[in-house]
Nanobody, 116 residues
Framework: QVQLVESGGGLVQPGGSLRLSCAAS????????MRWYRQAPGKERELVAA????????NYADSVKGRFTISRDNAKNTLYLHMNSLKPEDTAVYYC?????????WGPGTQVTVSS
């Protein structure tokens, strides 16, 4: 079965950096586009970044453009989100996502807290 497991979250000061990872299993990772979403308290889940199956094309929410970078290592079945210049408004639970065979799959999420 499809499994997505995020890691790398934590507490960071404003202006700091974090790298999130998502270990994928149970499907042919290099056949699927992947996405990172986030959900802040009291807000709807929002798309942060997406990457094609080969990694050749990416896109980002306007709020993170120029600060976050999505990447993938298809040999390791792993998705990444490099986050720089973090702001308090980036505080949220971050989720890895794949759309496969008409179903959405999510990991359990990893908490990112940006605070001094």
């Amino acid at each position: 079965q499809v499994q997505l497991v995020e890691s790398g979250g934590g507490l960071v000061q404003p202006g700091g950096s974090l790298r999130l990872s998502c270990a994928a299993s149970g499907f042919t990772f290099n056949n699927y586009a992947m996405r990172w979403y986030r959900q802040a308290p009291g807000k709807e889940r929002e798309l942060v970044a997406a990457i094609t199956s080969t990694g050749g094309s990416t896109n980002y929410a306007d709020s993170v453009k120029g600060r976050f970078t999505i990447s993938r290592d298809n040999a390791k079945n792993t998705l990444y989100l490099h986050m720089n210049s973090l702001k308090p408004e980036d505080t949220a639970v971050y989720y890895c996502h794949v759309w496969r065979l008409t179903q959405n799959y999510w990991g359990p999420g990893t908490q990112v807290t940006v605070s001094s």
